[in-house]
Structures are given as structure tokens and as C-alpha cells.
């Protein structure tokens, strides 16, 4: 009874601190500094202020967005914060101007940069891009590279929760520079002919989880660059799309490597890839290893399982050279589906620096309804378990 008592009485502390750092959050709410739901009044400088008032503030601060449309121009929120931890509640939906060419002298939409303990949750991001992609797609010149819709950059501590991210003009999330982040139920919507329209792009970053999360875009569902280290994904659908892709890597002769990446639990549905690598054919000090890719199910995929070291997109410029990028210890286990291509698993890999330590389990993939073929080159590993299609390793 002792004990149950003491357990009731901890409780109610944990409660008691709850509550007082509950009541102990000020709340910044936009339209307090000039922001309308409208869909037409510019809402950019509202934003801005709204954030330099909670990032001046001490103690946890938030910044709340009512239900409502907000036209909002390119906007960036710095860091060096007073405020121990910020709060970007989103229940309405930002509009990005319908001109493309507005965004598209700016490198980003919404950016953030050295903030600490920064969570955006809910909102739509509407970034209007298909204008940008049809100019991209026709004969003119003159057409902007675009901008990526939320890109945070030398953070720490970072929550994405609930955003929804649609029609981005480039890529819509982009996590560079950052440790400690965690994006959980991130709906990314755009055509599947969008151009460079990755969904999250993750480099230079450590600790990074991607999290029951739906993707559907005209790029890569996640891109994984040089530097990035201990990312775990889990619980992802992806399609239209690329698939997941570390890479492209050995675009530089110095550049960071990949290591100790977690795949788990995926579904690629009539995606163009589906568990891909891919690098450059030229020389780099880079590298890939200690890579887990468990449990997809592959849904009438183009290329379902892929290694490819002499990259090269539309066959355009390729260097034409030997890929520098050593690939190791790269598990693809539980992965079963349809392929729509007769090769279903094909390792192509450097010459120079074979791909080492290649690993196929419990793998059971078909073309369509016959027999699936595998390919490999320069690659070095073992099948274990059922694995079809097999003669491969």
C-alpha cells in the first residue's frame, strides 16, 4: 500500500510539472501581427515578427497559425534563440504566390537555420509548382530552378509532425547540417512527371527518423547524401516516385560517406525504383556502409532492388570514369513483390572498389507473373534463406 501511495504521489508531481510548464508557455498567435487567412493578404512579415517575438522570448514559446489560407512570400527563420524551446502550430495552410518566379529567386520557401529544439506540427505547405514543372517540361530557357519548400539547416532537435507538403517546386524537405531529428506522419503530395521533387533529402546529419510517413512525388520518395549517419526509416509508402535512394554520391573527389542507415517496413507501389544506391562513375573518397534495408513489399516496381555505380540520368554528361565509392555491409532482407521489369535485383558496381559484404535474404520477387533474373558485377556477397530470383550472389 506503501508503495502504491508513493507511485499515486509521484504521479501527481509529474502531473503538478506537467501543468506549470504548460501554463508556463506563451503563445504568439499570427493574426495578432498583421496575418490574414484570406489567401490573398501577404502574411510574410506577420510570420517573421511572430517568430522574432517568440525566439526573444525566454522559456517555451508558440507560434500559432489559425485554421485559414496565408499567402506567404519566401521567408527564413533564424536561429541563436533566447527561447528554450519553439513551437510552429500549424492548422491552416500556407499558399506560396501563384508567379512562379517569385519563389524562384530564392533558393527556399520556408527555411529555418541554427534553431535548437523546434517542433513544426500539422499545416499544409501549398507551394504551387506545377506551373514551374510545365515550364520545365516545354522548349523555354528561362525557366527558374525553383525553390525547396522547407529546408532547416544546422539545427538541433528538430520535430516535424503531421505537415503536409504539396506541389513543391523543387524538393519539399530538406534536412542539411542538423542532428537530433525526428519526422513522423509527413504527407507529401505532387505529379508523378514533377521534376527534382524529392520528398525528404537528408545530408551532413546524424540521427535522423522518418516515420509512417507517405510519399508520392516525381523524384526520389527520401534521398540519403554524403555525411549522413545513424538514420533510421520505418513505415514509409512510396509511389509515384523514385523510390529510396542513397545517393547520388561521388559528385566530389572529397566527400562525406553514408553509414549505418535502417530501412524497415517500406511499400513501394508502381514506383521507378524501389531500394536503390547510386553513384557517379568518377573518382571520390566517399562511401557507403553498414546499410539495413528489412521488410518491402514491392508493388509492381520498375527496378525493385538496385546498386548502381556509374549513375548517370538521360545518359547526358556522364563522366565515364570508375566510381571512388566503396559499398559494404548492405543487407536487403524480407523483400518480396512484382517487378515490371524482367531484372529485378541487378548490382552494378565499381570495378575498382567492388561492392563487399552484399547480403540477400528471404528475398522473393517476381516479373510480372514469370520467372524474375538477377544481374551482378564487381559485386561480392552471399544469399541466404529463400532467394528468388537467385543465381545472382
Known amino acids: 500500500m506503501a508503495k502504491l501511495f508513493s507511485y499515486i504521489f509521484l504521479l501527481m508531481i509529474v502531473v503538478l510539472l506537467y501543468q506549470s510548464s504548460s501554463s508556463a508557455l506563451t503563445t504568439y498567435n499570427v493574426l495578432s501581427f498583421g496575418a490574414r487567412g484570406n489567401g490573398v493578404t501577404d502574411s510574410t512579415q506577420a ?85 514551374l514543372w510545365t515550364c520545365k517540361a516545354g522548349a523555354a530557357t528561362n525557366c527558374p530552378e525553383g525553390a525547396t519548400t522547407l529546408r532547416i539547416t544546422n539545427s538541433t532537435n528538430i520535430r516535424i509532425n503531421g505537415l503536409v507538403s504539396l506541389n513543391s517546386q523543387l524538393y519539399h524537405i530538406v534536412i542539411d547540417g542538423c542532428q537530433n531529428v525526428n519526422i513522423e506522419g509527413v504527407m507529401v503530395i505532387a505529379s508523378g512527371e ?95 556502409q553498414g546499410v539495413q534495408f528489412i521488410g518491402a513489399f514491392m508493388y509492381y516496381v520498375e527496378n525493385p532492388i538496385v546498386i548502381d555505380q556509374s549513375y548517370c540520368p538521360h545518359d547526358l554528361n556522364c563522366p565515364d570514369q570508375v566510381s571512388g565509392i566503396q559499398i559494404s555491409d548492405v543487407t536487403f532482407q524480407d523483400i518480396r513483390g512484382v517487378s515490371t521489369a524482367p531484372i529485378a535485383i541487378k548490382f552494378d558496381c565499381s570495378v575498382k572498389f567492388p561492392c563487399k559484404g552484399i547480403k540477400l535474404q528471404n528475398v522473393n520477387l517476381k516479373y510480372l507473373k514469370q520467372e524474375a533474373q538477377s544481374s551482378c558485377t564487381n559485386v561480392i556477397g552471399e544469399a541466404l534463406g529463400l532467394v528468388k530470383p537467385d543465381g545472382c550472389l
Open 194 to 288: 514533377s521534376p527534382n521533387t524529392d520528398g525528404i533529402h537528408i545530408e551532413e546529419s546524424t540521427n535522423v527518423a522518418i516515420m509512417n510517413s507517405v510519399m508520392k512525388t516525381g523524384d526520389d520518395c527520401i534521398s540519403i547524401g554524403p555525411g549522413t549517419t545513424n538514420l533510421w526509416i520505418e513505415r514509409v509508402t512510396c509511389g509515384p516516385g523514385h523510390g529510396i535512394s542513397i545517393g547520388s554520391l561521388g559528385q566530389d573527389m572529397k566527400e562525406d560517406g553514408v553509414q549505418n542507415v535502417t530501412v524497415k517496413n517500406t511499400t513501394f507501389i508502381g514506383t521507378q525504383n524501389g531500394l536503390r544506391i547510386k553513384t557517379w562513375a568518377r573518382p571520390s573518397n566517399g562511401f557507403v
Open 47 to 131: 510570420f517573421i515578427s511572430a517568430w522574432s517575438a517568440a525566439c526573444a522570448s525566454t522559456g517555451p514559446t508558440r507560434i500559432y497559425v489559425p485554421k485559414g489560407r496565408y499567402f506567404l512570400g519566401s521567408v527564413a527563420f533564424n536561429g541563436d534563440c533566447k527561447s528554450s524551446e519553439i513551437t510552429l502550430q500549424i492548422d491552416g495552410t500556407l499558399i506560396a504566390p501563384a508567379d512562379y518566379h517569385v519563389l524562384g529567386q530564392f533558393k527556399n520557401w520556408v527555411s529555418f537555420d541554427r534553431v535548437n529544439r523546434v517542433s513544426i506540427i500539422g499545416g499544409a505547405f501549398d507551394a504551387k509548382g506545377s506551373a
